[in-house]
């Protein structure tokens, strides 16, 4: 089997967020989560439901993000979204948001990257944001791919993040101890990410590269 079925990632997407015991009151919403994750959580909870409107107002909620990427990399979620909407389409509007996030991935590796990996704590906490939209969000459907066709890809994600780590260097103890980025590997890095999420979901949208 080369690849997850549409059907496959919603059901993943499903139990992995719905089901998941740690997912109770209030949704599984930790203080300060982020905005993507809180309504990916929700248009689940909701679409499960049938209540559409609400789905709706949650994917507005974040019409900022979706143009975002849009504007970043020339990808225009909406009309999949629009479309999932009016034909009430579960599934349609679960896949415009896996691809939202994957797309939210590579827009926290551009502003690294068009920063240089200079500004420590910001490049620190967006790659942090990166990761846990992955293990948060899509790392429930890479499982499922490895274990319907022997592959170790969430394996080897989870490791290429604990690399790009290492390439954000250190600002050291005032100054001293100081270890200096290296943007060149980030990028390495990151793109072998990218490679190996778009393996498991070769229905998303990646648009343009953007060059530096």
């Not at 949704?27 to 929700?42: A, H």
């Not at 704590?121 to 899509?138: C, D, F, N, Q």
Request: aromatic share 14%; proline share 3%.
């Amino acid at each position: 089997m080369p690849f997850l079925s549409k059907q496959y990632i919603l059901v993943i997407v499903f139990f992995g967020i719905i089901i998941c015991p740690k997912v109770s009151v209030g949704y599984g919403y930790k203080k300060n989560e982020d905005p993507l994750i809180t309504v990916f959580k929700s248009v689940i909870f909701y679409g499960r439901k049938g209540e559409w409107a609400k789905v709706k107002s949650d994917i507005n909620s974040i019409s900022d993000r979706i143009d975002d990427v849009k504007t970043l990399f020339d990808v225009d979620l909406r009309p999949k979204f629009d479309t999932g909407l009016t034909q009430q389409n579960f599934q349609e509007v679960v896949n415009a948001m896996a691809n939202l996030t994957f797309l939210a991935i590579r827009e926290k590796y551009y502003w690294n990257l068009a920063e240089n990996l200079q500004m420590f704590t910001r490049a620190k906490v967006r790659l942090r944001r990166a990761e846990e939209y992955y293990t948060t969000l899509l790392a429930g459907n890479v499982r499922r791919y490895d274990k319907l066709n022997d592959t170790k890809i969430h394996d080897r994600i989870f490791n290429k993040f604990s690399e790009a780590k290492k390439t954000l260097g250190s600002i050291g103890f005032l100054g001293a101890g100081a270890v200096s980025p290296k943007p060149k590997e980030f990028k390495m890095i990151t793109k072998e990410i990218e490679k190996k999420l778009l393996m498991v979901f070769p229905y998303f949208e990646n648009g343009k590269e953007i060059t530096y």
